[in-house]
T-cell receptor
Framework: GDSVTQMEGPVTLSEEAFLTINCTYT??????LFWYVQYPGEGLQLLLK?????DKGSNKGFEATYRKETTSFHLEKGSVQVSDSAVYFC????????????FGAGTRLAVHP | DTAVSQTPKYLVTQMGNDKSIKCEQN?????MYWYKQDSKKFLKIMFS???????INETVPNRFSPKSPDKAHLNLHINSLELGDSAVYFC???????????FGPGTRLTVL
């Protein structure tokens, strides 16, 4: 079945460090790929998305590129801030799947000053 | 002017009770969803309604029953609550059965 695998956390970084959170997927057809972020005590917010191969999603300094050949959608940021501390979820939806989001397990990021 | 709102925010109850969680969206969206987030933060879809019609019904115990009185509301009723139902339940909506989903703040259910 369709699934998403993310690197386990927590990821602990110092401010201004480079961030990578790995995400790979298994899906039938050509899924759309998403990164959602959940700040403490809040609901999920869409961070970025990509709907076809080689698309790059970007927002707030975060980027991810849809790599069909490696079935990956890794999240990167060049310089993290304390305010980026949150749980990050990689997700996919498949065509004809009624927009059902299939999530990875989430990766907690903690950024220290 | 919260886009997707849920009530209550916290719900603590005893095993065997029946409870409801309400969700409302003021975005004019056609599609609404319920997700369950367990203690390890794992998120899984439960149900989805499009224009008040059930379109996603995952493998969920039939103690859980969603109800959509209109496009702006999707409520979740849970009968005979069990310890394993303790979780955070998120409501979401999207413009149609595709497109970005907007999530509510969650309802933390604790079953004692």
């Amino acid at each position: 079945g369709d699934s998403v695998t993310q690197m386990e956390g927590p990821v602990t970084l110092s401010e201004e460090a480079f961030l990578t959170i790995n995400c790979t997927y298994t899906a039938t057809g050509y899924p759309s790929l998403f990164w959602y972020v959940q700040y403490p005590g809040e609901g999920l917010q869409l961070l970025l998305k990509a709907t076809k191969a080689d698309d790059k999603g970007s927002n707030k300094g975060f980027e991810a590129t849809y790599r069909k050949e490696t079935t990956s959608f890794h999240l990167e940021k060049g310089s993290v801030q304390v305010s980026d501390s949150a749980v990050y979820f990689c997700a996919l939806s498949v065509p004809g799947g009624y927009n059902k989001l299939i999530f990875g397990a989430g990766t907690r990021l903690a950024v220290h000053p | 002017d919260t886009a997707v709102s849920q009530t209550p925010k916290y719900l603590v109850t005893q095993m065997g009770n029946d409870k409801s969680i309400k969700c409302e969206q003021n975005l004019g969206h056609d599609t609404m969803y319920w997700y369950k987030q367990d203690s390890k933060k794992f998120l899984k879809i439960m149900f989805s309604y499009n224009n008040k019609e059930l379109i996603i019904n995952e493998t969920v115990p039939n103690r859980f029953s969603p109800k959509s009185p209109d496009k702006a509301h999707l409520n979740l009723h849970i009968n005979s609550l069990e310890l394993g139902d303790s979780a955070v339940y998120f409501c979401a909506s999207s413009p149609s059965a595709s497109g970005e989903q907007f999530f509510g703040p969650g309802t933390r259910l604790t079953v004692l």
